[in-house]
């Protein structure tokens, strides 16, 4: 049995664009021509392959099919900026790439900017705690992602970039106000903190680290990253924030550290195993930003 690839890439397209209307817009074709695409890609593989919902989401079925639309069109653009053709710098690939919140608020984009100065390509990035970016490459959703997961993901390379230390900072008015300066367990389980969503667990990791009920402090929720920090540096409540991104509050006592050792949180990029120049370009870009951002393993 073969794949039409054809039928491949519009279902991939469908998948980026979200709704069947806007993957029409992009291919130049009517909503009714995708559907029929997609629908004989499903009759010819016998599977659900989406799920027709806004936005509209690939089955299990259907994810190796868009993973492998993703393959090759990568593959494709790299054969093409190899000959050296107007195509390949008249059209742009879409580079679909997963990186966690603190990352893409600090040191991320200064990388994919030199890449994007260097080959013709857009970067579609999916924003997603570093806990749970891998499983976008597991999905076919991103060619390449920054985790904190160590064992690549089937079909994966994985390359260290560093740590990334998290230190409990408040202000000094906050500290102040809640008792927080003398190390009072029962200060800091009273102490309102602020945590970037539901799934954030580095302000509960030092809770328990304290032998604190991590549920028992009121909290603030705050998901963004460069807000989460002002939210911090503004006195809503006590948070774990990077030490790059804390340091020169720190140093000018604008910040105090509180009591509890920091959390280092490894990251690491992880890629689809292909050989491909345009990916190379970007881990090798992302590995020299973070040599100069984050803490080497043994730091």
């Known amino acids: 049995m073969e794949i039409p690839l054809d039928l491949a890439r519009t279902l991939a397209v469908v998948i980026d664009e979200g709704t069947f209307d806007a993957a029409a817009r992009r291919l130049r074709i009517t909503p009714s021509a995708v559907s029929q695409r997609v629908k004989a890609l499903e009759q010819q593989l016998g599977r659900v392959l989406v799920v027709r919902s806004k936005p509209a989401r690939a089955t299990e079925a259907g994810a190796p099919i868009v993973r492998l639309a993703r393959q090759v069109a990568l593959l494709e653009h790299d054969a093409l900026a190899e000959f050296g053709l107007d195509e390949a710098s008249a059209r742009p690939l879409s580079l679909a790439l997963a990186v966690n919140a603190d990352s893409l608020a600090t040191w991320f984009l200064p990388a994919l900017a030199r890449v994007g100065e260097r080959h013709p390509v ?91 009920d991590p549920d028992e402090p009121p909290r603030h929720f705050v998901p963004a990253s460069s807000d989460f920090a002002t939210a911090v540096k503004l006195g809503l409540g006590w948070g774990m924030l990077p030490a790059f991104q804390s340091a020169e509050e720190l140093e000018r006592g604008a910040l105090v550290r509180l009591d509890g050792p920091p959390i280092d949180v490894p990251l690491h990029w992880q890629q689809w195993n292909l050989r491909s120049s345009l990916l190379v370009a970007v881990a090798d870009e992302l590995a020299a930003e973070a040599r100069s951002a984050l803490m080497n393993p043994a730091g």
């Open 122 to 212: 857009v970067f579609d990035l999916h924003r997603d705690d570093q806990d749970f970016t891998a499983g976008l490459l597991e999905s076919g959703t991103v060619l390449g992602a920054v985790t904190s997961q160590s064992a690549p993901v089937a079909g994966c390379l994985v390359r260290p970039l560093g740590v990334m230390r998290y230190e409990a900072v408040a202000t000094p008015a906050f500290a102040e106000r809640w008792g927080l300066a003398r190390q009072s367990r029962a200060a800091l389980a009273a102490a309102p903190l602020v945590d970037f969503d539901r799934r954030d667990d580095l302000q509960r990791e030092h809770l328990s680290s304290q032998g604190i």
